[in-house]
């Protein structure tokens, strides 16, 4: 595929993501004088980058609040273990070691941790696009 092609498809992203409308985008890519074969190939790519980004976005903040949910139940069984090894919470009368929590927790910011590096490894994917790789 020629560079220039590539070029438009990463100028157009651009304003794509700074709120242009994609009939705008059509009338610039036709006043390119391209085919409309191509100008139709170029909106394909744009609108499927633009919903990979999105789709990437929530994928994060999923993985954000596993990752949160995990640190705070580790908190909660470390302060619930301590508390009634000290006394603080059973009186000194029973230990509770908070096995369930802490395990939960720190299985879920593994997995977060490890989802968030699959995550990161497939946006910049993204970038090399199916558009040039087909092209």
């Known amino acids: 595929m020629d560079p220039s092609v590539l070029q438009i498809v990463d100028h157009f992203l651009g304003e794509k993501r ?5 009939t705008e985008i059509g009338r610039e890519l036709k006043k390119l004088n391209l085919k409309d074969e191509t100008v139709k190939e170029i909106l394909k790519e744009i609108d499927r980058q ?14 954000n609040e596993s ?3 995990g ?8 302060v619930f273990t301590i508390g ?3 006394g603080f919470i059973t009186g000194g009368h029973a230990i509770v ?3 369930g929590p802490l395990i939960a927790g720190i299985v879920l910011v593994v997995r977060g941790t490890r989802k968030r590096k699959n995550i990161a490894g497939f946006s910049k994917d993204i970038r090399a696009g199916y558009f040039r790789k087909r092209h």
């Open 84 to 86: 009634s090894l000290t």
């Open 50 to 63: 633009i919903f990979l980004e999105e789709a990437v976005t929530v994928k994060q903040k999923g993985i």
């Open 71 to 78: 640190l705070v139940l580790i908190v909660l069984g470390v």
């Open 67 to 69: 990752i949160w949910i």
């Open 97 to 99: 070691l908070m096995y």
């Open 18 to 22: 700074k709120g242009k409308d994609f």
